[in-house]
């Protein structure tokens, strides 16, 4: 995957919109962040998730998933590897974060 084909699907989401925060694209819902591309040129893209949720992911794919180093990280910030995921799994990933936005 590519961060074009996250920005595809982050944008293929109800409501969903693209904004920039610290000079990084950004996905929102209702105004809120979902995920971003703040990482591109590392390769990665990042999530908003709860921390059973990212600790989930983690553990289910540790080759894909991890949590942004530092104190971003202990909030629930999850970096996808997007070379190494595939779109199904991209696409739920995503999912799940938006409709943790959502809820809010």
Do not use: N
Request: glycine share 14%.
């Amino acid at each position: 995957m590519t961060g074009q084909d996250y920005r595809r699907i982050a944008l293929s989401l109800p409501g969903a919109s693209e904004g920039s925060h610290q000079g990084h694209p950004d996905f929102r819902v209702g105004g809120k962040i979902f995920c971003t591309l703040a990482f591109e040129k590392e390769g990665y893209g990042v999530l908003k998730l709860s921390l059973e949720e990212q600790a989930g992911l983690v553990g289910d794919a540790p080759e894909v998933f991890s949590a942004v180093p530092g104190g971003w990280g202990r909030m629930g910030m999850t970096r996808v590897r997007l070379d190494a995921v595939s779109a199904d799994v991209l696409e739920g990933a995503v999912k799940m974060a938006w409709k943790r936005r959502l809820a809010k």
